[in-house]
């Protein structure tokens, strides 16, 4: 098995998402990350799923999502040719006696202090999977309270959009 990242470009109608997410869950495949949002064409989002399945089985259920109506435009893309993406909030515990060491750890990852209260910090860190669960080992010994992590965003480098021929028309 392998980790495989398809970004699906769709009209922006209720209920698609619980669609697409049942072709995945009908098949027995567990979505590893997914992320929705706005696209630069109004009336279009777009859907980043990260699946770890064979090839295989991923290209059925590719053919099943292009059936469905408001599908547009399903790419998988290369991580070695794409921007990958994670983002995270972090509640860390950070009292007079640690709050400079957090601090640190904030530096060093290129991470942001979003929240400050007298016991804590609420963090902000972006980056590739490897960055940001490096930056939640780092604050686990002072203790997370809580966190929330986005799903995985992917773009592909280059000039090309998902949506070119769309805006074309």
Do not use: C, W
């Amino acid at each position: 098995m392998s980790t495989h990242v398809l970004s699906l470009l769709v009209e922006d109608k209720p209920g698609l998402l619980t669609r697409v997410a049942g072709l995945f869950a009908r098949r027995g495949f567990n979505i590893e990350s997914l992320a929705v949002g706005v696209t630069e064409v109004p009336g279009l989002s777009r859907i980043t799923v990260v699946v770890d399945v064979d090839q295989l089985p991923l290209e059925q259920v590719t053919k099943q999502l292009n059936k469905l109506v408001n599908v547009i435009k399903i790419v998988e893309l290369d991580p070695a040719s794409s921007v990958l993406r994670d983002h995270m909030l972090v509640k860390v515990r950070a009292d007079n006696a640690t709050r400079s060491n957090v601090i640190e750890v904030v530096n060093l990852f290129r991470a942001s202090i979003v929240d400050y209260a007298a016991d804590a910090l609420v963090i902000e860190v972006t980056g590739d999977r490897g960055k940001v669960e490096a930056f939640l080992r780092a604050v686990e010994p002072f203790g997370v309270k809580e966190l929330a992590q986005s799903g995985q965003l992917a773009i592909g480098r280059g000039g090309k959009s998902i949506t070119e021929r769309v805006l074309r028309g």
